[in-house]
Antibody, heavy 120, light 107 residues
Framework: QIQLVQSGPELKKPGESVKISCKASGYTFTDYAMHWVKQAPGKGLKWMGWINTYTGKPTYADDFKGRFVFSLEASASTANLQISNLKNEDTATYFC?????????????WGQGASVTVSS | DIRMTQSPASLSASLGETVNIECLAS??????LAWYQQKPGKSPQLLIYNANSLQNGVPSRFSGSGSGTQYSLKINSLQSEDVATYFC?????????FGAGTKLELK
């Protein structure tokens, strides 16, 4: 069955960096785009952008340009999110989510989420 | 960006009841609307896409409707496992945007 398994919780200090992984299984990784979605504590969902898993080309939403990098390890069916120069407001759960094969930006499988806490 | 306004923000309903959740878009999104369910401590799961198409494996007590700027999610015969927060998402306009969520609890 389709699974997206994300890396574990992270506790970081402001200014540090973090890398979150999302390992896919149960389907052909390069056939489906991967999205990243942020959920701050007790808040709603905010789309961060997506990566073309065939070409590796990332697209970032405006609020996530600069400190955020999407990357792939396609041979390992893994998508990564790296956040540099962490700020308190980056404290959130980050989800990877697979795009459906019938509508762009509709997400039909989600990782379990990776919690990032930024605190001095 | 298109603003998605959900109502109510929270609601309490009894087992077996019918529940309706509304989502209003700030402009016409031409039925490019999805609904997600997020149970406490879990990741969101796709329920509905294209405003009224049921995702594979989702119980038929869930249904979606609407057009233009107004959409709704209906849950018939509420079950205990339906306790969750529900989010609408528009994907007609870039960037796709989500509503703030409707928290559904049991009365």
């Amino acid at each position: 069955q389709i699974q997206l398994v994300q890396s574990g919780p992270e506790l970081k200090k402001p200014g540090e960096s973090v890398k979150i992984s999302c390992k896919a299984s149960g389907y052909t990784f390069t056939d489906y785009a991967m999205h990243w979605v942020k959920q701050a504590p007790g808040k709603g969902l905010k789309w961060m952008g997506w990566i073309n898993t065939y070409t590796g080309k990332p697209t970032y939403a405006d609020d996530f340009k600069g400190r955020f990098v999407f990357s792939l390890e396609a041979s390992a069916s893994t998508a990564n999110l790296q956040i540099s120069n962490l700020k308190n407001e980056d404290t959130a759960t980050y989800f990877c989510a697979r795009n459906t094969d019938y509508y762009p930006y509709v997400m039909d499988a989600w990782g379990q989420g990776a919690s990032v806490t930024v605190s001095s | 960006d298109i603003r998605m306004t959900q109502s109510p923000a929270s609601l309490s309903a009894s087992l077996g009841e019918t529940v309706n959740i509304e989502c209003l878009a700030s402009e016409d999104i031409y039925s490019d609307l999805a609904w997600y369910q997020q149970k406490p401590g879990k990741s969101p799961q796709l329920l509905i896409y294209n405003a009224n198409s049921l995702q594979n494996g989702v119980p038929s007590r869930f249904s979606g409707s609407g057009s233009g700027t107004q959409y709704s999610l209906k849950i018939n015969s509420l079950q205990s496992e339906d306790v969750a927060t529900y989010f609408c998402q528009q994907y007609n306009n870039y960037p796709n945007t989500f509503g703030a969520g409707t928290k559904l609890e049991l009365k």
